[in-house]
């Protein structure tokens, strides 16, 4: 499966929007992208979903590029309540399900 | 609905005792996934179900552990003996595997285990 790269923790402010980069330069032709949210003391929580371009649903986007090397999940306007870990994924998810390989993970904190 | 469920929350155990974990997956859910953190790592993959049929267990990491589904329902995570390294977070997570979100995981919140 792909590894993934993503920044150890990043800060921001209550209101900002939020970019998280990951990296997966190894992506292969049947790899989707996932993204989970965790909080302490709390299972991974799915977030979004996505192959190529855009994604967007009522939590977060997901962008896209067109050589799949990469992807940034999208946070409009973060309250304090979104501090948690987000973990970048990728594996072909087709067939039933696929092994779900979690790396270090982007830890968030948002401040008032 | 009820999400997935894992019993118990907490345990603490002796090295050399036996513990068996629980998880019951969402109704309906082909796919349990059995993962778990030990202190200060990542989040590793154990074994996958497919209803009762183990699809992949290449995550298991010796055969103290043992991980049953009867039934495709709820299933089972055995480690015996446990040993000290053993000690960590142990997450189910159930999925369709099919649907507008390909293999969308729900997780549980976990047992934590400590072996002492």
């Known amino acids: 499966l792909a590894k993934t790269t993503q920044p150890i923790s990043m800060d921001s402010y209550e209101g900002q929007e939020v970019n998280i980069t990951c990296s997966h330069n190894?992506?292969?032709?049947?790899?989707?992208i996932t993204w989970y949210q965790q909080f302490p003391s709390q299972g991974p929580r799915f977030i979004i979903q996505?192959?190529?371009t855009k994604v967007t649903n009522e939590v977060a986007s997901l962008f896209i590029p067109a050589d799949r090397k990469s992807s940034t999940l999208s946070l409009p306007r973060v309250s304090l309540s979104d501090t948690a870990v987000y973990y970048c994924?990728?594996?072909?998810?087709?067939?039933?399900?696929?092994?779900?390989?979690f790396g270090a993970g982007t830890r968030l904190f948002v401040k008032a | 609905e009820a999400g997935v469920t894992q019993f118990p929350s907490h345990s603490v155990i002796e090295k050399g005792q036996t513990v068996t974990l629980r998880c019951d997956p969402i109704?309906?859910?082909?796919?349990l996934y059995w993962y778990r953190r030990v202190m200060g790592k990542e989040i590793k993959f154990l074994l996958h179900?497919?209803?009762?049929?183990?699809?992949?267990e290449s995550g298991m990491p010796n055969n103290r552990f043992l991980a049953e589904r009867t039934g495709g329902t709820y299933s089972t995570l055995k480690v015996q003996p446990a040993e000290l390294e053993d000690s960590g977070v142990y997450f189910c997570a159930s999925s369709q595997g099919w649907g507008p979100s390909y293999n969308e995981q729900f997780f549980g919140p976990g047992t934590r285990l400590t072996v002492l």
């Open positions: 994924l990728v594996g072909d998810p087709r067939g039933g399900g696929f092994k779900t390989i």
């Open positions: 190894n992506i292969a032709t049947n790899d989707y």
């Open positions: 996505g192959y190529k």
């Open positions: 109704s309906g859910h082909d796919n």
């Open positions: 179900f497919v209803k009762e049929s183990k699809q992949d």
